[in-house]
C-alpha cells in the first residue's frame, strides 16, 4: 500500500516537532543548532545525530503506523504515532520480538500436533495388529 504524504505531513504537524512517545523536542534542537552555528536544516540533523551517536540520519522523527500497513493497518492520521530514532528502534525492536514469539507459538503448537497424530496412528497400527 502506498503512504500518503498528506497523513505524513498531518501527523508531524500534529506532534508540534516532539516524539510522540517520549517528548523530545526534535524540532526545537533543529531550529537552535540552526541559529547558533548558522546550518542548514540538513547539516543541522546531521550534527544533532552525530552528537547522539545516530549516524546518518536524513530527518529527526519518524512517521510511523501503529498497526503496519503490511498487517492491515489504515494509512491513516489515527494510526500514526511520530517517534524519534530511538523510541522508532525500540518500536521496532519489539516487533520483532512479537514475531518471533508468534512464529515459535505455531511451531510448538504444529510440533504438538505433529507428536499427537503420530501417539494416534500408533494406538490405530496396535490396536488392529
Known sequence: MKR???VKRQALKRANGCC???RWPAELWVKQYMAEDNLTRARAIAAI???KGWGGLTSLLFVDHKIALALGGADAVENTQVLCHPCHQAKKDLTKIAKCKRVS?????????MREKAGSDDHETNGRG
Open 49 to 51: 545525530c552525530e552528537l
Open 105 to 113: 507459538n505455531r511451531r510448538a503448537t504444529f510440533e504438538a500436533r
Open 20 to 22: 510522540e512517545q517520549c
Open 4 to 6: 500518503s504524504p498528506k
